[in-house]
């Protein structure tokens, strides 16, 4: 990710990443591979990630020891063969729980086994707490198999027409935006980042459904704050 290990001390705060590409192993995020506690708030993610590893997601990979994320949202593709992938995060709460709030995922989710799921893909912490995190349901990609229950799945018309969170703002027809957030330069894609992968990368398909609208993202860079 943008950041590989977040202290207990450190934050991400008013960060926006937009259209970047991502491939790791084990503890890959937009933002954050793994947080060792801390904070991010008022972030964003957009593009797509590709874990190669256990625990791949959307905002950060593996969050753990109290690790708190508020007023944030990742809109990626994201693809992993291995275990525990999520539109926000991959594995949400070892050691003391985690806190995540006020979150929303319009990720689009490839995944292969049963610890996928639109916020997260599970949680070593059952303490962990998910409070007004929400994910489009029609964008998780999973045969067979059921994605976890970890935040509130609503349709795409639902998402983009009807979905209220503190500190954003919304638009007819598209995902909310982080209010504040500069969005004169908005784009209208998931991501233009051109993804290989190796012949034997088990996924079943690599694009959006044709009838998904993927929303604008807010185009400016705020700053890494301690």
Same mark, same amino acid.
């Given at each position: 990710?943008?950041?590989g290990?977040?202290?207990? #001390? %450190? ?7 937009? #259209? ?6 084990? #503890? $890959? ?13 008022? @972030? ?10 256990? #625990? $791949?997601?959307?905002?950060?990979? &593996? ?36 806190? !995540? ?9 490839h995944?292969?086994? *049963? ?17 007004? @995190? ?13 994605? $976890?229950? &970890? ?15 503190? %500190?954003?703002?919304?638009?007819? %027809?598209? &995902? ?9 330069? *908005?784009?209208?894609y998931?991501?233009?980042?051109? !993804? ?9 398909? !690599? ?14 860079? %705020?700053?890494?704050?301690?």
């Open positions: 990710g943008f950041i290990y977040l202290g207990a #001390n %450190g934050s991400v705060e008013n960060l926006g990443v937009v #259209n970047a590409y991502v491939s790791g192993g084990d #503890n $890959t995020g937009g933002l954050v591979g793994a947080a060792l506690g801390g904070a991010i708030e008022r @972030c964003f993610f957009t593009g797509t990630i590709a874990g190669h590893g256990a #625990n $791949t997601g959307g905002l950060a990979g &593996y969050i753990l020891n109290g690790t708190r994320i508020s007023s944030s949202y990742a809109s990626a593709t994201i693809f992993s063969s291995l275990t525990n992938v999520g539109g926000i995060v991959g594995n949400a709460g070892g050691g003391d729980a985690c806190t !995540l709030t006020n979150l929303y995922s319009s990720s689009m989710v995944g292969k086994y *049963a610890s996928t799921g639109g916020v997260a893909g599970t949680s070593a912490n059952a303490s962990t707490s998910f409070s007004d @995190c929400y994910y489009d349901s029609q964008l998780i990609d999973l045969p067979g198999q059921t994605p $976890t229950s &970890y935040g509130t799945g609503r349709a795409t018309a639902t998402m983009t027409a009807s979905l209220s969170l503190t %500190g954003f703002t919304g638009q007819s %027809g598209l &995902y909310p935006y982080i209010t504040g957030f500069d969005v004169s330069k *908005a784009q209208v998931l991501s233009t980042v051109p !993804l290989t992968l190796p012949d034997n990368y088990p996924l079943t398909s !690599l694009t959006a459904p044709a009838t998904v609208t993927q929303a604008r993202e807010p185009h400016r860079v %705020g700053h890494v704050g301690e």
